[in-house]
């Protein structure tokens, strides 16, 4: 894809917003920390804006670059195609989870006779079309579909109000704050650090200039948003009740006496696992493009959609695993993709702006 291809700031926000709720809202809420899960989100979404600050950091040094490109600016062409392959293995990985996670939903929250590769299918046939049509179309479908998850995240919250309980919130740091900062190292690579695959779309957008801003302000609406929407389900289901839970939303819609609200759940996870998805697609197959020095992010559409298929089908035995992994291993291992190789390429661009502002002195003198 070449970068002709151009987005606005609202449409990268927009891509942001729908990326960061994606399956984040729906398959992980208490974690280890109960009722105190809003300090760890707190301290989670803090450490979150020092990530969004080192990936933009990192793009502002390298205007116009992507991730792919950057590693082998930095590290050489041999050292930087073996961090971009482990980069694009990343990104495929992160693809296929939210795939089995949007299969696992479907099959158990509404079509529990269905089999599991129906629903994965479906979404990564609407996913590959979308990725397959490029970045453009995927944004501009985005700022249609990703304002309708957060109207029925409101209208979902305004009508449960009446079944608050502010007491579920107490007792406060019982435990003390190591189960409180586990669940935020948690919450910070889930979805957080998530957005390191935006150093692969971040090259596209129009007005570099408004990068940050940009950002900051998906950051910004998207933990509000999540962090009312975490208090709004410890204070109805209560702290046991979110406890390693998959799916709280839906647990949460069942409150409301008036009206059934399962399909708009339904809908709101479509189009937030659609949107990360996509984003996921289209880094890995830029990725790849650019890795064989090809041109058309296209003709790696349908092999890397395959391998999306096959391994969000093996990768898990059952929903519970798939917890389990979402909340124990996936932050260890994500740890090296979000913090320690950004943190690294950061450093090693800041020496070698030094070396060669260095080297230009003592050719002057």
């Not at 957008?205 to 998906?218: D, G």
């Not at 998805?277 to 790849?288: A, D, H, N, Q, R």
């Not at 093996?314 to 320690?340: H, K, N, R």
Request: charged letters at 10%; proline letters at 5%; glycine letters at 6%.
């Amino acid at each position: 894809m070449t970068k002709q291809v151009q987005i606005s700031p609202i449409q990268l926000t927009i891509l942001l917003m729908g990326f960061l709720f994606g399956t984040t809202v729906f398959i992980v809420s208490g974690f280890h920390a109960e009722q105190n899960a809003w300090i760890a989100f707190l301290l989670s979404w803090s450490g979150g804006i020092l990530l969004f600050a080192c990936y933009v950091l990192l793009s502002k040094k390298f205007p116009q670059k992507t991730l792919v490109e950057i590693n082998k600016i930095l590290l050489g062409n041999f050292l930087g195609s073996a961090l971009s392959i482990l980069y694009i293995w990343y990104f495929i990985h992160l693809g296929a989870l939210i795939l089995r996670n949007f299969g696992e939903y479907v099959v158990i929250a509404h079509m529990t006779e269905t089999p599991l590769w129906f629903p994965i299918f479906l979404l990564l046939i609407i996913s590959l079309y979308a990725t397959k049509s490029g970045l453009e179309v995927t944004s501009r479908t985005a700022e249609l579909v990703v304002p309708l998850i957060f109207l029925f995240q409101l209208i979902l919250t305004l009508s449960l109000i009446t079944e608050v309980d502010l007491s579920l919130l107490r007792p406060i740091l019982q435990e003390g704050f190591p189960p409180v900062l586990r669940a935020a190292f948690s919450t910070l690579t889930f979805p957080f650090g998530e957005t390191v695959v935006f150093l692969m779309i971040i090259p596209y957008l129009n007005k570099p200039t408004q990068l940050k801003k940009t950002y900051l302000s998906a950051f910004l609406i998207v933990g509000l948003i999540l962090f009312i929407t975490l208090i709004r389900d410890i204070t109805i289901l209560g702290p046991r009740g979110i406890e390693r839970k998959i799916f709280a939303p839906h647990l949460v819609a069942k409150h409301v006496a008036f009206v059934d609200f399962d399909a708009v759940i339904g809908i709101m996870f479509f189009i937030s696992s659609w949107t990360k998805l996509s984003v996921c697609y289209l880094g890995t197959t830029i990725g790849i493009s650019q890795l064989t020095n090809s041109n058309n992010h296209r003709l790696f559409v349908y092999p890397v959609g395959i391998i999306l298929m096959g391994l969000s089908i093996w990768i898990y035995d059952s929903a519970s695993e798939m917890l389990s992994w979402a909340i124990d291993i996936w932050p260890l291992y994500s740890v090296p993709f979000q913090i320690l190789f950004p943190l690294l390429l950061l450093l090693i661009s800041f020496f070698k702006k030094d070396r060669t502002q260095n080297k230009e002195s003592t050719y002057s003198d």
